[in-house]
T-cell receptor, first 116, second 110 residues
Framework: GAVVSQHPSWVICKSGTSVKIECRSLDFQATTMFWYRQFPKQSLMLMATSNEGSKATYEQGVEKDKFLINHASLTLSTLTVTSAHPEDSSFYIC????????????FGPGTRLTVT | LAKTTQPISMDSYEGQEVNITCSHNNIATNDYITWYQQFPSQGPRFIIQGYKTKVTNEVASLFIPADRKSSTLSLPRVSLSDTAVYYCLVGDRARRALTFGSGTRLQVQP
């Protein structure tokens, strides 16, 4: 079946640096992808909707200048956490909807970001 | 979006049937009910989706009463590997972004 991959699976960075996370749809095209953040023992929180060829749509309270999203192709969306701080440490997950079934989505394996 | 309410946690033993009920009193006519499973440090995985009555697949069954104000995910003969968090989501198929509630943490004991 369709697979969504993420890279890296985990990353440790120093405070103030930027980190890029990639989300790829491996055998299907995704004009839309979603980015979620999940803190330990909590549920997933939608951060933004990534649209191929256009600007991302951010959820209320998510800083678009801090979480840069680029959806440059039909199979790749990237999330860049700029000037990372320890409070940005979290589990970041992307997803892509299955064509014709919006509520059935493929999720990536997630990226664990730790900011020291 | 219809708000959902699920038990925070449930415990079961291997081989038992587990039923997780989700309340969604404000479900709209166009809303579908979808369940996802999430293991620690992994992305969620789609389990099942339904609109009314009963839906069954190789993994689970979904029971939806006529008023659709609740739904029950049924996992037959659970194993240790079914230990996970289960999320009930309700929404219009046209809305593509998913809104996750708090989920139900299922712990299966040997």
């Amino acid at each position: 079946g369709a697979v969504v991959s993420q890279h890296p699976s985990w990353v440790i960075c120093k405070s103030g640096t930027s980190v890029k996370i990639e989300c790829r749809s491996l055998d299907f095209q995704a004009t839309t992808m979603f980015w979620y953040r999940q803190f330990p023992k909590q549920s997933l929180m939608l951060m933004a909707t990534s649209n191929e060829g256009s600007k991302a749509t951010y959820e209320q309270g998510v800083e678009k200048d801090k979480f840069l999203i680029n959806h440059a192709s039909l199979t790749l969306s990237t999330l860049t956490v700029t000037s990372a701080h320890p409070e940005d440490s979290s589990f970041y997950i992307c997803s892509a909807p299955i064509s014709g079934s919006s509520y059935e989505q493929y999720f990536g394996p997630g990226t664990r970001l730790t900011v020291t | 979006l219809a708000k959902t309410t699920q038990p925070i946690s449930m415990d079961s033993y291997e081989g038992q049937e587990v039923n997780i009920t989700c309340s969604h009193n404000n479900i709209a006519t166009n809303d579908y009910i979808t369940w996802y499973q999430q293991f620690p440090s992994q992305g969620p995985r789609f389990i099942i989706q339904g609109y009314k009555t009963k839906v069954t697949n190789e993994v689970a069954s979904l029971f939806i009463p006529a008023d659709r104000k609740s739904s029950t995910l049924s996992l037959p003969r659970v194993s240790l590997s079914d230990t996970a968090v289960y999320y009930c989501l309700v929404g219009d198929r046209a809305r593509r972004a998913l809104t996750f509630g708090s989920g139900t943490r299922l712990q299966v004991q040997p």
